[in-house]
């Protein structure tokens, strides 16, 4: 009996010892990492899957999250994409040919209207202004803080494919907005600020016709 407790005490103290000895600094292997790091959406995080390696992160740890969409992907309820591609600095080739593309939306109703009104209103007015005469409280006539002109969207005469194009990719100091609106909504204000320029040419016309 006393000798069966003594080399049990003489084993479990040799066990504890070589536990303490042998100090684990590596970090064991990780077989689902998906469970042990978290797969959270890092806004802005700037990690590049293909410039990604194991060290730079935790040892082990192969999951990334880059938040873009897989090239050539639809997203659901999406447009077709825009077939131009955005023109290499110096060049205007796509610039003019989206001239000749036209807008996929049919004629809005009423109540689609009023809704690329209330889009234009939250995007464009701040520089394009209400009345879309490009004199927006952002720029003031010039007193404004923004510094370029923008465009009096109620009388540019350009094609729809054309603004498209510049309200997709920018243009100049305007910003692209790809990003902010789907592309039927882009397609959407076009619509739109083109039948407010119907009503600013009946209204001249008319204005015209009515002199003496
Ligand atoms: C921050 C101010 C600003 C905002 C916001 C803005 N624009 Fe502009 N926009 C400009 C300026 C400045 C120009 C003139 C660019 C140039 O030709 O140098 C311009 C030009 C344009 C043109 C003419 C492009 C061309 O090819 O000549 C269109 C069309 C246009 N804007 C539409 C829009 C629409 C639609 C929106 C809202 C989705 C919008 N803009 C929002 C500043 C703005």
Known sequence: ?????????????ALLLAACNNIR???GHVYMPDMAYSRAYETYDARDSTKFTEDSMHPGDKIFYDNMPVAGTIARGEDLPFPLAKDKPGDTLNYFASRQIQNPVPPLDAKDMKEAERLYLINCGICHGVALDGNG??????????????????????????MFYSITYGKNLMGSYESQLTRQQRWEIIHYIKSKQKVTTT??????????
């Open 137 to 162: 409280p952002l720029y003031k006539g010039g007193e404004g803080p923004f510094p370029a002109a923008p465009k009096n969207l109620a009388t540019l005469d350009m094609p729809e494919g054309q």
């Open 1 to 13: 009996m006393m000798k069966k407790s003594i080399s049990i005490s003489i084993l479990s103290g």
């Open 203 to 212: 209204s001249t016309a008319s204005a015209t016709t009515a002199k003496p």
């Open 25 to 27: 600094r590596e970090p």
